[in-house]
């Protein structure tokens, strides 16, 4: 087990925004944490990635685990350049006026390890997103929603992380764009990168996670192997189209 949620109650503020949800990460998996808007998904992703005040969500009761470690007392920095796990965001959240290579060397900057493994992730970036490569010197503003969020993806990457939270990586991409992004993911894993996902189109989620969890204003209502998310009446109703 490589992350574990356990019992963990988050507020902002007076409001309590997840009420006691527990779930785990293995190493090597895709796992997608499903539910409608306001369900507490991207406060979950949040919480793991420990952001810091005033925009994070307060952690009252339970405990993050990583590798055996808890998360409570670890700065965001630390998450990333220590741990080597890393957010793509919801909305991409690149730096626009930047071009494509600022972002991605950007990325970089708490990394200690050599020049050469910089240089070997941004090749792996380039091979996945072989469009990014060829705007390397473009400003990020002017690229389509589908190369922001391939740039999202590769800023993360270019942490050096090899665990990855994705927060909706399908808004506002077309079908065929939406499906080559998981098409990406799915050979990210496969090279050995672990992911959790979180995703409004639950059936595409389900096609490419291995395991799932179904949160529903703040708990944990469902959960089980892809399969059988994808055969739970309650998740085939509410997500599923019937």
Request: with cysteine; net charge negative.
């Amino acid at each position: 087990m490589l992350l574990s949620v356990e019992n963990l109650h988050v507020k902002y503020g007076n409001i309590e925004a997840l009420h006691g949800i527990t779930f785990h990460v293995n190493r090597g998996e895709i796992v997608t944490l499903i539910g409608a808007n306001g369900a507490g998904k991207t406060t979950t992703l949040l919480t793991v990635m420990r952001l810091p005040p005033p925009e994070a969500p307060k952690v009252t009761q339970g405990d993050i685990r990583y590798d055996g470690q808890s998360l409570l007392s670890v700065e965001t920095h630390d998450v990333v350049r220590k741990l080597h796990m890393d957010l793509a965001p919801e909305g991409r959240r690149i730096f626009g006026n930047l071009t494509v290579m600022e972002n991605l060397n950007l990325a970089t900057y708490a990394r200690t390890d050599s020049p050469e493994a910089r240089a070997k992730d941004l090749d792996r970036v380039f091979t996945l997103f072989p469009r990014l490569s060829e705007r390397r010197k473009q400003r990020s503003e002017s690229l389509s929603g589908g190369e922001q969020q391939m740039l999202a993806v590769g800023r993360a990457l270019m942490t050096g992380c090899d665990f990855i939270l994705l927060d909706e990586p399908s808004m506002g991409l077309a079908p065929l764009l939406m499906y080559e992004m998981f098409r990406t993911l799915k050979k990210l894993n496969e090279e050995g990168m672990t992911i959790l996902l979180v995703e409004q189109n639950a059936k595409v989620a389900l096609d490419f996670a291995h395991r799932g969890y179904v949160l529903d204003t703040g708990e944990i209502v469902a959960q089980g192997s892809s399969e059988e998310l994808r055969h739970d009446p309650m998740v085939k109703k509410a997500y599923l189209g019937g």
